[in-house]
C-alpha cells in the first residue's frame, strides 16, 4: 500500500508552472493522435489553449497495428510540436517507441509519453527513468493493476520520480460497441495504492467520439488528477484514431461541462 502523501510532477511551461497530483487541479492533455502537418498541429494547439488544456499532445512515432497503416512523421512531426509549443505555450507529450529516439524526444516534449504497447519493454522503461524528463505511462492492455505499478517501479528505480499513470482502457470480451473497456475503477484503487498522480485517457478507452464526454465527467467524478482527449480539426480525415476524436467545438463544450463537476480546470 501506499506511503506517505501524494507525490507532485512539476511541469514548468513556457509561461506557467503546472503541477500533477491529488491536491492540484485538473490538468487536460488535447491534440491529435499523431501530427499530421504543421496547419492541422497548430490549429488544435490554438484551440484546445483557448478553450483551457494545458498540455498539447500529438504523435510523432505511432505504434500502429498494422504495418501498412500511417506510421508517424517521426523527427519532422517533433519539430512541428517544438513550434506549436512555441506560439502556443502549451507543454508537449509525445510517446517514445523506441530508445533511440528517446534524447531527442526529451529535447521537445515536457512529458514522455510511453504507450499501452510498451508498458512492459523494460529497457526502454529503464532508459526513460535515467533521463529527467517526467513520464506518462499508459496501462498496457492487458495489464493487471500490479503489473502496471510495477513497471511504473522500473522507471522511479532508475532514479525518475516524476511518473504519472494513464489508464487508457483495457481488453475485454466485447469490442463491437466500443473500442476498449475504460476501467475507472483504477482512480480509487490508485489512490489507495499509490502516490503517484492519475491521468484518464476516455478517448482510446471508448474509441468512439459520442461516448468520450460521458466518460471524461465520470473520471473526474472519480477523483482523475488529468484527463487525455483526443481533438482533431476535421476527425473524418484523420490519419489515426478519427472516430474517437472529439472536433475543437466539442471539445469547448465539454471543457465547459467538466468545469460544472467541480475539480476546477
Ligand atoms: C495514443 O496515445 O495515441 C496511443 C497510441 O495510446 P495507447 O498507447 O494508449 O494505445
Ligand atoms: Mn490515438
Request: charged share 20%; glycine share 8%.
Amino acid at each position: 500500500f501506499r506511503h506517505g502523501e501524494a507525490s507532485e510532477v512539476v511541469v514548468n511551461l513556457p509561461n506557467e508552472t503546472v503541477v500533477f497530483g491529488e491536491h492540484h487541479p485538473l490538468i487536460v492533455v488535447a491534440g491529435p493522435c499523431s501530427v499530421e502537418n504543421e496547419d492541422m498541429i497548430v490549429e488544435t494547439a490554438r484551440r484546445v489553449k483557448a478553450a483551457g488544456a494545458k498540455f498539447l499532445r500529438g504523435g510523432a512515432y505511432k505504434p500502429r497495428t498494422s504495418p501498412y497503416a500511417f506510421q508517424g512523421h517521426g523527427e519532422s512531426a517533433l519539430e512541428l510540436l517544438a513550434k506549436a509549443r512555441e506560439v502556443s505555450g502549451l507543454g508537449i507529450i509525445t510517446e517514445v517507441m523506441d530508445a533511440v529516439d528517446l534524447d531527442r524526444i526529451a529535447e521537445i516534449a515536457d512529458v514522455i509519453q510511453v504507450g499501452a504497447r510498451n508498458m512492459q519493454n523494460f529497457s526502454l522503461l529503464k532508459k526513460v527513468g535515467a533521463q529527467s524528463k517526467p513520464v506518462l505511462l499508459k496501462r498496457g492492455m492487458a495489464a493487471t493493476i500490479e503489473d502496471w505499478l510495477m513497471a511504473a517501479e522500473y522507471i522511479l528505480a532508475a532514479g525518475n520520480p516524476n511518473v504519472i499513470l494513464c489508464e487508457r482502457g483495457i481488453r475485454t470480451f466485447d469490442r463491437q460497441y466500443t473500442r476498449n473497456t475504460l476501467d475507472l475503477s483504477v482512480v480509487p484503487v490508485l489512490r489507495k495504492l499509490t502516490h503517484l498522480p492519475i491521468m484518464i485517457d476516455p478517448s482510446h478507452g471508448v474509441g468512439w467520439s459520442e461516448f468520450v464526454p460521458s466518460m471524461a465527467m465520470a473520471a473526474i467524478a472519480a477523483g482523475t488528477d488529468s484527463l487525455m482527449i483526443e481533438v482533431h480539426p476535421n476527425p473524418a480525415k484523420a490519419l489515426s484514431d478519427g472516430p474517437q476524436s472529439l472536433t475543437p467545438d466539442r471539445f469547448d463544450n465539454l471543457m465547459q461541462e467538466l468545469a460544472v463537476i467541480g475539480k476546477a480546470v
